[in-house]
């Protein structure tokens, strides 16, 4: 395995990974409406591409009971006469399958259908930093990586291990850990992973100008 340090990054290139919280317990209750978020997050990701061609940008859903990749930039191919609009619109046709889905699975486990359930945050961070791991074996000279997570349910107390793993990885790999909390409550575990990573954390006041909190992440 490549050693962290030994790395090349290509200069002005950033992949972002980017966490998002899909917690329907959460955004039931939440000030701002999941459709404006996520209209939030698309206009964020645009800026990343717009900022240089070469950006890659990937975005996890993090549900209750389930986490899954719902877009990619890089199969947003020009070539293939596919633009980042287009899979975007894809995209949100995948996080409102996921979230059904993952509502499924929620509602066959009555131990976490609840108002305070957690999202599966150690497994959306296990995912971002395998996709960042495949992006290091690719080749010699790679894009900067960041991972940002966008949180708003509560922290679970019962993924500590498994989220503590991730972030001393994301540290031994040299992949800052940027957090954006969106809900009326600080994580202690993205509180850690930002501070042991090097990365940012941002708890917006006010989430009407949540994209102004967001471009604070552009490389």
């Known amino acids: 395995m490549t050693s962290a340090h030994s790395k090349l990054y290509s200069n002005d290139v950033s992949l972002v990974v980017v966490v998002v919280d899909t917690n329907p317990f959460?955004?039931?209750?939440?000030?701002?409406p999941f459709a404006d978020f996520f209209a939030n997050l698309v206009h964020f990701v645009n800026s990343l591409l717009l900022l240089n061609h070469l950006n890659r940008v990937v975005?996890?859903?993090?549900?209750?009971?389930?986490?899954?990749?719902?877009?990619d930039s890089s199969d947003a191919s020009p070539a293939g006469g596919v633009g980042v609009t287009a899979t975007f619109d894809k995209a949100s046709r995948k996080v409102e399958e996921f979230i059904a889905q993952d509502a499924r699975a929620t509602a066959g486990n009555g131990s976490v259908a609840s108002a305070n359930a957690a999202s599966l945050l150690s497994g959306a961070?296990?995912?971002?930093?395998?996709?960042?791991?495949?992006?290091?074996?690719?080749?010699?000279?790679?894009?900067?990586?960041?991972i940002l997570c966008l949180q708003g349910s509560?922290?679970?107390?019962?993924?500590?291990?498994?989220?503590?793993?991730?972030i001393f990885s994301a540290?031994?790999?040299?992949?800052?850990?940027?957090?954006?909390?969106?809900?009326?409550?600080?994580?202690?575990?993205?509180q850690q992973a930002s501070y042991i990573t090097g990365g940012v954390y941002l708890?917006?006041?006010?989430?009407?100008?949540?994209?102004?909190?967001?471009a604070m992440f552009l490389p």
């Open 26 to 32: 959460f955004w039931a209750a939440a000030a701002l």
């Open 59 to 71: 975005v996890i859903a993090a549900g209750v009971s389930s986490c899954a990749y719902i877009f």
């Open 125 to 146: 961070l296990s995912l971002a930093l395998c996709y960042i791991q495949r992006i290091f074996r690719s080749g010699t000279r790679h894009p900067q990586p960041r």
């Open 154 to 166: 509560p922290d679970g107390p019962e993924q500590y291990v498994a989220v503590m793993n991730s």
């Open 171 to 190: 540290q031994r790999s040299m992949v800052p850990i940027d957090s954006c909390i969106v809900g009326t409550q600080d994580s202690a575990f993205l």
């Open 203 to 214: 708890k917006p006041q006010e989430l009407n100008g949540l994209f102004q909190y967001l």
